[in-house]
Nanobody, 120 residues
Framework: QVQLVESGGGLVQAGGSLKLSCAAS????????MGWFRQAPGKEREFVAG????????YYADSMKGRFAISRDIAKITVYLQMNSLKPEDTAVYYC?????????????WGQGTQVTVSS
């Protein structure tokens, strides 16, 4: 069993930055691929970024490439999402998730989410 707790969301102006954190519990964390997803009001949840369990492979949705960076600290059992050059359309609830198989999923465990609001 893996439990995930996100933090770091908040209100930021367009062009600003935020760093989200996802603290994981569970001894198998180091072997799980991790991902960040987001869901804006009235929209479906979408993939944002993912990282392999070794941390050597990262994947991003096209609209996030060059602006967002995912990383993981196995010692701290934490995954991060650094978000730069934020836009109002990045406003959403951001979720951390883990996959026992691969970055492309499926993702079995999910956090409760953290709200990110970008003002124009």
């Amino acid at each position: 069993q893996v439990q995930l707790v996100e933090s770091g969301g908040g209100l930021v102006q367009a062009g600003g930055s935020l760093k989200l954190s996802c603290a994981a519990s569970g001894r198998a964390f180091s072997r799980y691929a991790m991902g960040w997803f987001r869901q804006a009001p009235g929209k479906e949840r979408e993939f944002v970024a993912g990282i392999s369990w070794q941390g050597d492979s990262t994947y991003y949705a096209d609209s996030m490439k060059g602006r967002f960076a995912i990383s993981r600290d196995i010692a701290k059992i934490t995954v991060y999402l650094q978000m730069n050059s934020l836009k109002p359309e990045d406003t959403a609830v951001y979720y951390c998730a883990s996959s026992r198989s691969r970055v492309t999923g499926p993702y079995e465990y999910w956090g409760q989410g953290t709200q990110v609001t970008v003002s124009s």
